[in-house]
Structures are given as C-alpha cells and as structure tokens.
C-alpha cells in the first residue's frame, strides 16, 4: 500500500482509491451470491453444510435487492446533486419500480401515506424499525467517503431514518462506518471496534457487536463459542417477527457480520464462510463483511475463483436500475472526489488529500421498543372473516423471506374486517 498517513491529512494515490472501489462492490456481487442459497435455511443454529461456489454465480448478483436498494439511493444522490435531501430520497425510493419487505415496504407505505422522513422509520409507524434493511443498504454511503467517517454518519443518520430507528439506525451508521475506516486501516480488529465510536455505547446494537469482540479477544479461534454466547442473549430480541423462526433483526445480524470478520482472520473466503455458517440472512451478512474486505485489500487481491466472471459482466445493468458494476464504480470514485473536497481535502495530481474524521457519535440515544415484546399477532388464513375488495395480491417475493402476505394494488382497495 502507498498510503500514507500525517497528522489530519491522509493521502492516497487515484489507483489505490480505484482498486478499493473496484474491490468494495466486487466483494459486495460475491458476497450476496456466496451466501444467497443458505439465506434463512439455518434458523437459531449453525449452516454446517457444503457452501458451493462457481465464478459463474456472480451473475445472479445483477438480481439482488441487497444492491440495486443502494444504487437506488446513490443514483438519487447523483440525480439531485447539491438540492439532494432525504425528503426527494425517500420519495425516489417510494416510488421505484422495485417491490420491498419488510421495514422498506413499511416505509413505502407510509410515504405513500403522506409520513415524512424522519417519521417514517420511526417505532410509532413502523414495527420494523429494527430490521436488517438499513444495515443491508448502507455500504454505499461508508463507499463514498473514505476516512471521513463523520460525514458518513451524517448521511447515514439521515437516510436511515426513512426506514429505520434505533438499533436499526444504528445497524446502518455501523456498517457504513467500518466500510469508511476500511480505506485507511487493515486492521480488522480496530475497524470492527472503532467502528463503535459512530454509535451509542449503551445501545444494544454496540452491546451486542462489543459482546462479540470480547469472546473473540478471549478466544479467537473459535467462532462458534461467540456465535452460542451471541445467541443466546440477543436471538429473542427480534420484535418484528417473534412467530417466525426466521430473525431479521439489525443486531443479531450485524454480530454475525463482525463474527465473519474477526474469525475470518483477513481471509477473503473464511470471511465469508463464517458470515454464511452463522445462518440468518447469510447473503446480506456475507456481503456487508466481504465488503469490508474488499476495500481493505482491494479488487485485485480478490482471489481469482470469485471474481474471474465478473469482467464478462462488468457492463451489464442491475435489475430495477441503470447501473452496471463498472458505472457503479466510476459513480462512485466520482461522489468520493467531491466529498473530498467539499469536507477540507484536496486533490492534486494523482493523489488524494483526505482530512481525516474519527467517528464519534454526537446524538442522543434511542432505542425502538424498549421493554417491548408483541403478545399476539392476527394472520390472514381462511379461517378469518377478512373481506377483501378490489385488487389485492398475494405478496412472494423470491426464496429468502418467507412471509406470505397481501397487498393492495388499487388506490380503492378496502378491507373490511368482521
């Protein structure tokens, strides 16, 4: 690495930056595919079977909601430039072509139903508001500001808010800020822990992330000891789903992510694979450490067997969007020049002038649901006298979530319930 460090500056060569981006969304197409076929199979215990792989996997990459939702975002950010707000965000987002679950879909709905960020992710309107879904699309935002860690926390506080609060929020500024950490240091221990820094200590998203480098600092060759000692205090915190075995919540998730990352010992592939075996939603969390690793070590450290595809498809678009993997990089590099410069660095050359910011969170602490646990949920079956009018459908969307649920197409669409 040519990086070099002193006092508030960090400066880094174009290439570097160049082969970091590359890396980062590469890692990110690998990652969701290497874990996309486990998603949700191993629930509240280890994915202990084969993990296959072949280059060609990538491709089904392109299909993925866990990256055409950013790109989503990114290309608002590009669109609207200097007048972007997370009110012109949310609203893009609302009404992309793309169907959503979970705390995405609920914030559709309420954008839809006139809620304004920052409401719409908040408790009072949404049960989801600790879901995965932020975590799952915050890359991006670490992505474009490379040791700038505060703007990246900035942006994340508010863009997180049109789908998430509290843990969920934090889930998000969490993995934004190791991807922003990650251009500046290879120490995965120290990203993962100063990562921190941009969250609320006594949330207990940091209290669960924290739980897990404790047991690997006590033991660090034996993933599954934290992988127990995590499920077992945080498994049943999962408000939104507590009738599934299925758990989406931000925490629990984003542990299995720092499991991967710690245990995975800087190895790109055991990364991976330690992220996928933790179960869950093993393609999101697969992807969000491969990422980390991505830009640490850069595109072309990425073993051959997973990225030897991806050149064939570089151009092709990601579904719902119109980027391809090359234009996601090159908008990228571009969003990073422009933070540059616009938060007290300079560009000169074929060197970047980065002032360097070290996370620190300023805001207070929220939480979603404290003391909260649901008593009872009503399901939709044939049993219920529910008397639906108009066009309603029945909602599945791919093999990963299997929630079964309808949805009103038609502004008129009622329900009447006896």
């Known amino acids: 690495s040519c990086s070099i460090s002193k006092g508030k500056y960090f400066k880094v060569s174009k290439s570097e930056?160049?082969?970091?981006?590359?890396?980062?969304?590469?890692?990110?197409?690998?990652?969701?595919?290497?874990?996309?076929?486990?998603?949700?199979k191993a629930l509240g215990e280890t994915y202990d079977d084969v993990i296959p792989w072949t280059p060609q996997l990538i491709e089904k990459a392109?299909?993925?909601?866990?990256?055409?939702?950013?790109?989503?975002f990114m290309n608002s950010l590009v669109k609207h430039g200097d007048a972007a707000t997370?009110?012109?965000?949310?609203?893009?987002?609302?009404?992309?072509?793309?169907?959503?679950?979970?705390a995405n879909l609920q914030a559709r709905k309420n954008i839809f139903d006139g809620v304004k960020p920052p409401f719409t992710g908040s408790p009072e309107y949404s049960m989801h508001a600790d879901d995965i879904d932020f975590q799952i699309e915050s890359d991006f935002i670490g992505f474009i500001h490379p040791a700038m860690s505060q703007e990246a926390n900035a942006m994340a506080d508010s863009i997180g808010r049109i789908m998430a609060y509290g843990d969920g929020l934090y889930g998000g500024m969490y993995v934004a800020a190791m991807h922003s950490l990650a251009y500046k240091e290879n120490n995965v221990l120290k990203i993962v822990t100063q990562a921190l820094h941009a969250i609320p200590a006594?949330?207990?998203?940091?209290?669960?992330?924290?739980?897990?480098?404790?047991?690997?600092?006590?033991?660090?060759?034996?993933?599954?000891?934290?992988?127990?000692?995590?499920?077992?205090?945080?498994?049943?915190?999962?408000?939104?789903?507590?009738?599934?075995?299925?758990?989406?919540?931000?925490?629990?998730?984003?542990a299995y992510i720092v499991i991967g990352l710690l245990y995975g010992h800087n190895d790109f592939q055991k990364t991976m694979e330690i992220a996928v075996r933790c179960g869950q939603?093993?393609?999101?969390?697969?992807?969000?450490?491969?990422?980390?690793?991505?830009?640490i070590h850069g595109y072309e450290?990425?073993?051959?067997?997973?990225?030897?595809?991806?050149?064939?498809?570089?151009?092709?678009?990601?579904?719902?969007?119109?980027?391809?993997?090359?234009?996601?990089?090159?908008?990228?590099?571009?969003?990073?020049?422009?933070?540059?410069?616009a938060h007290g660095g300079s560009i000169k050359d074929n060197?970047?002038?980065?002032?360097?910011?070290?996370?620190?969170?300023?805001?207070?602490?929220?939480?979603?649901?404290?003391?909260?646990?649901?008593?009872?949920?009503?399901r939709m079956s044939e049993n219920n006298n529910?008397?639906?009018?108009?066009?309603?459908?029945?909602?599945?969307?791919?093999?990963?979530?299997?929630?079964?649920?309808?949805?009103?197409?038609?502004?008129?669409?009622?329900?009447?319930?006896?």
Request: with cysteine.
């Open 386 to 418: 529910w008397d639906l009018r108009g066009n309603w459908k029945a909602f599945i969307y791919g093999d990963g979530d299997p929630d079964l649920y309808k949805v009103a197409h038609s502004p008129n669409d009622s329900l009447i319930l006896d």
């Open 301 to 341: 450290s990425i073993p051959l067997i997973f990225k030897s595809h991806l050149p064939a498809i570089a151009d092709n678009f990601f579904l719902h969007t119109e980027y391809s993997y090359n234009k996601a990089v090159e908008e990228t590099i571009k969003l990073i020049e422009k933070n540059i410069v």
């Open 17 to 40: 930056i160049e082969d970091k981006v590359a890396g980062a969304w590469a890692a990110k197409m690998i990652g969701v595919m290497y874990g996309r076929e486990m998603e949700f």
């Open 62 to 72: 392109l299909l993925e909601d866990d990256i055409y939702g950013q790109l989503s």
């Open 202 to 254: 006594k949330s207990s998203y940091a209290q669960c992330i924290q739980d897990v480098i404790d047991c690997y600092k006590k033991d660090p060759n034996d993933w599954k000891k934290a992988w127990a000692f995590v499920q077992d205090k945080w498994a049943e915190h999962d408000i939104c789903v507590p009738y599934h075995d299925f758990n989406i919540d931000a925490k629990l998730n984003g």
């Open 351 to 378: 060197d970047y002038y980065i002032k360097i910011q070290k996370p620190t969170f300023k805001g207070q602490l929220e939480q979603s649901y404290p003391n909260k646990i649901m008593s009872h949920q009503i």
């Open 281 to 295: 939603d093993t393609d999101c969390n697969s992807a969000n450490a491969a990422a980390v690793l991505g830009i």
């Open 86 to 102: 997370t009110y012109l965000l949310a609203q893009d987002f609302a009404n992309a072509s793309f169907p959503l679950c979970h």
